[in-house]
């Protein structure tokens, strides 16, 4: 079945940049996500990509993919404490009702 | 913008009583919603698959005779999480799509339940 992995942990300095990587390897994914999730909260869309897609700017947030390793990266410039949250890595199938399969998640922390 | 209601936000139950959470689209329709399971510090977990007006979709290894849903309408699944056990302590969140667009950023969380049964 589909399987999508990411790192656990990841510490970074404040200022830097935050580089989260995830593989995933459904080759029908359409879409790919970054959500993030704050203690105890739901979770926030933050970006995603379309799979015909190599990369995706928003401010801060790059998202690239490569499709043909399927590996997807959230790079996150100019880390902020605000930034600290839990990452989570997603990906769906095309169809009307697809479900989406979510990593494991990566802990963000900052350090000052 | 739109948003997923669920309710109620953390919940604390006795074992071997039945809770429901609730998931609302509130201002728009959506024939498939999901639930999802988190334990702590882990991933979610995708339970079910809701469908409006019939039976919903269970993932392998969920059972569907303790975490029922209903989907009676447009805007409104239930999960029942019935005879409660300590094991069944968890963060459920549902996520709803609105079905008039298929984009991906079309589909939204709820902001979780977290049971604990004691």
């Known amino acids: 079945g589909e399987d999508v992995e990411q790192s656990l942990f990841l510490s970074v300095r404040e200022g830097d940049s935050s580089v989260i990587n995830c593989t995933y390897t459904?080759?029908?994914?359409?879409?790919l996500y970054w959500y993030k999730q704050e203690p105890g909260a739901g979770l926030q869309l933050l970006t995603y990509i379309f799979s015909n897609m190599d990369m995706k700017q928003d401010q801060r947030l790059t998202v690239l993919l490569n499709k043909k390793d399927k590996h997807l990266s959230l790079r996150i410039a100019d880390t902020q404490t605000g930034d600290s949250a839990i990452y989570f890595c997603?990906?769906?199938?095309?169809?009307?009702?697809?479900?989406?399969?979510f990593g494991s998640g990566t802990r963000l922390s900052i350090r000052p | 913008g739109a948003v997923v209601s669920q309710h109620p936000s953390w919940v604390i139950c006795k074992s071997g009583t039945s809770v429901k959470i609730e998931c609302r689209s509130l201002?728009?329709?959506?024939?498939?919603m999901f639930w999802y399971r988190q334990f702590p510090k882990q991933s979610l977990m995708l339970m079910a698959t809701?469908?409006?007006?019939?039976?919903?979709?269970?993932e392998q290894g969920v059972e569907k005779d303790k975490f029922l849903i209903n989907h009676a309408s447009l805007t409104l699944s239930t999960l029942t999480v019935t005879s409660a056990h300590p094991e069944d302590s968890s963060f459920y969140i549902c996520s709803a799509r609105d079905q008039l667009n298929r984009e991906a950023e079309k589909l939204f969380f709820g902001s979780g339940t977290q049971l604990s049964v004691l």
């Open positions: 459904d080759s029908s994914s359409t879409y």
């Open positions: 997603a990906e769906e199938g095309y169809s009307s009702a697809s479900k989406i399969i």
């Open positions: 809701s469908n409006e007006g019939s039976k919903a979709t269970y």
């Open positions: 201002d728009f329709q959506a024939t498939t």
